[in-house]
């Protein structure tokens, strides 16, 4: 089975940084806009991810791309893969 490739692909997601206060984890918020079913309108809904990122290079305000990986720990099962843009 070793020969075969993996037949799921992994989440991706981007967000912002909103908290990098813990040793090698950032806390990444994303967005996600949603229709209601009856009214049509266009909802914000926002879910907070606890990311591994193994150089703390990663500051608050930051927009980074994470990647779902093996829980890492009892909360964080997500990774930084890149830095999109560095906060001002």
Not at 3 to 24: C, H, I, P, W
Not at 52 to 69: F, L
């Amino acid at each position: 089975m070793s020969t075969q490739e993996r037949a799921t692909s992994r989440k991706v997601r981007e967000g912002l940084v909103v908290s990098d206060k813990m040793n090698k984890t950032a806390v990444v918020e994303v967005e996600d806009r949603v229709k209601h079913p009856l009214y049509g309108k266009v909802l914000r809904r926002t879910k907070k991810y606890k990311a591994h990122d193994e150089e703390n290079e990663c500051g608050i305000g930051d927009r980074v791309q994470i990647m779902e990986t093996r829980p890492l720990s009892k909360t964080k099962r997500w990774r930084i893969v890149e830095i999109l843009e560095k906060a001002k």
